[in-house]
């Protein structure tokens, strides 16, 4: 069995797991993830890192940053991860989802003026599968409408928009390091603060409203609880099975990179055909191979391929049920016009086997597998037409 995707493992994680045991600090904000921290600091070029215990609850924190409370409106695609929304709708905010694009499946960037309204608050740029949304665009009507732009970098770490890294050009940005993502500790997360005025208070919200951080600093000569907070600081362990990983990344990059391109170069004649549609980049973006996906031409091919591959064992998996369909999305959020793209491209889209080692020669069955069932499908439908034509 191929699976869709194999949790990194350099070799290298026990060793400073054991030096992370050998100082006697676990608990967080150790000498890992203070390495972990300058290390995302440094490489991204961004003001303040803060490591979580997941995405989502760096995107909580986003939240609390914003004093989102009832009657806020954040606009935000309804193709993502149900913690995109969750996080805004605990504090009482309204979703306006607005609809994708379907070369990207990011925002449509295009759209979103129209969804502003006085009670929006924020925008929140999912970058889907690494690949960035038309950041310029959004910041400029941020700007023009004083709205915080919060970047969904859940996927993206190592890919820019014009040459900046993602996570960096928002107010904030949220990342994850989950065991599928390109970089992980089995769960956490990160938020980058890219607007000075949230700093201080984010280390306070993270770490459970206290200012426990001024103290040690020693800027107050005790700690209390001064803001709304919770539990989100990463453990000293799990900043340390990252910290590996940090330190290979561009060749963790590179190695992905090299795969995704090998699944495009060997699908597309198939896209040619108009078997499927491969992944677009656009030309300003440089992406980090997170997914690789192919969209079908219908949800029963979709299934039928799923199906197949899997006989062969090879693991694929469509990805996320649009929110705004969701029992929950439909109490907490309103699609903003009409629903063009978002329903019927998510219902096309199917990712297959990507993760850091992937064998080429791997890829190549995988591809060959793929044009077997098309080629049976046709043969197929070819029947059924001359099965149609035959007269009894």
């Given amino acids: 069995m191929i699976p869709l995707y194999k949790p990194l493992v350099t070799g290298r994680e026990s060793l400073y797991i054991d030096d992370a045991i050998k100082t006697g600090k676990f608990s967080g904000d150790g000498i890992f993830t203070q390495r972990c921290r300058e290390w995302l600091e440094s490489t991204l070029e961004c003001k303040k890192a ?31 991860f149900v913690s995109t929304g969750n996080a805004f709708v605990l504090h009482g905010a309204k979703l306006v989802f607005v609809d994708i694009r379907p070369d990207t499946m990011n925002l449509n960037e295009m759209l979103i003026e129209q969804a502003i309204s006085e009670k929006t608050k924020a925008i929140i740029a999912v970058h889907y599968a690494g690949v960035s949304c038309e950041m310029d665009v959004i910041m400029k009507l941020a700007n023009k409408y004083n709205l915080i732009v919060i970047e969904d970098a859940a996927h993206a770490l190592m890919s820019k928009y014009k040459n900046q890294y993602l ?17 992980h500790c089995g769960e956490g997360g990160a938020l980058l603060i890219n607007d000075e005025r949230f700093i201080e208070r984010a280390e306070i919200i993270r770490d459970k409203g206290t200012n426990r951080k001024n103290y040690f600093r020693g800027e107050v000569d005790k700690y209390t609880w001064v803001d709304i907070g919770s539990s989100y600081l990463m453990s000293e362990l799990n900043a340390a099975f990252l910290y590996p990983q940090l330190l290979i990344a561009e060749d963790i990059n590179n190695d992905r990179l090299k795969s995704w391109e090998t699944y495009y170069r060997a699908l597309i004649n198939l896209n040619l055909e108009n078997k499927l549609t491969l992944p677009s980049i656009p030309r300003q973006v440089n992406h980090n191979a997170h997914i ?14 799923i199906s197949y591959l899997q006989e062969n064992g090879i693991s694929t998996s469509f990805h996320y ?23 019927i491209e998510s219902e096309r889209l199917l990712r297959l086997p990507m993760y850091y080692g992937l064998k080429q020669s791997d890829i190549f069955d995988i591809v060959s597998l793929i044009r077997d069932y098309f080629d049976k499908e046709n043969s197929d439908e070819k029947s059924r037409r001359l099965l149609g034509k035959t007269e009894f």
Avoid: Q, W
Avoid at 292 to 305: A, D, M, N, T
């Fill in 167 to 183: 996570g960096t050009i928002g107010h904030l940005g949220c990342f994850s390091f989950h065991e599928s993502k390109n970089y």
């Fill in 292 to 305: 690789f996906y192919i969209k079908v031409p219908s949800k029963g091919i979709r299934s039928g391929l």
């Fill in 50 to 80: 803060l490591l979580t215990t997941s995405c989502t609850h760096a995107l909580e924190m986003a939240a609390m940053l914003l004093d989102i409370s009832n009657g806020d409106e954040i606009i935000v695609p309804s193709f993502t």
């Fill in 321 to 343: 049920i649009p929110l705004h369909s969701s029992d929950m999305g439909e109490v907490h959020g309103v699609f903003n016009k009409e629903d063009i793209y978002t329903s």
